[in-house]
């Protein structure tokens, strides 16, 4: 088992960054690939980016390429995401995800975080 605590998450004005942090507790966090997704209100739990198990591959959804970015500390058992230049349709739950294959993260990762709240004001 694995267990995914996110925080990090508030409210910002428009142009304005975050940083998120997923701790990770359980099985050996450097096994897993880690990722991102976000769910907004009425809509579904999208992908929003991802790193591999020693951190040499990440991957974005296009639309917050170039303004977040993933990354991971194993000796921490924590990842992160730093969001830039947030915009009011960022603002959705945002939920950490463990893999133990990358490939399967956007469809079917093994653990999920409880989420955490970034609200994105115009």
């Known amino acids: 088992q694995v267990q995914l605590v996110e925080s990090g998450g508030g409210l910002v004005q428009a142009g304005g960054s975050l940083r998120l942090s997923c701790a990770a507790s359980?099985?050996?966090?450097?096994?897993?690939?880690m990722g991102w997704f976000r769910q907004a209100p009425g809509k579904e739990r999208d992908f929003v980016a991802a790193?591999?198990?020693?951190?040499?591959?990440?991957v974005y959804a296009d639309s917050v390429k170039g303004r977040f970015t993933i990354s991971r500390d194993n000796a921490k058992n924590t990842v992160y995401l730093q969001m830039n230049s947030l915009k009011p349709e960022d603002t959705a739950v945002y939920y950490c995800a463990a893999a133990l294959f990358l490939s399967e993260m956007r469809t079917s990762p093994n653990y999920w975080g409880q989420g955490t709240q970034v609200t994105v004001s115009s």
């Open positions: 359980g099985r050996s966090f450097s096994v897993f690939g």
């Open positions: 790193v591999s198990r020693n951190a040499d591959s990440t």
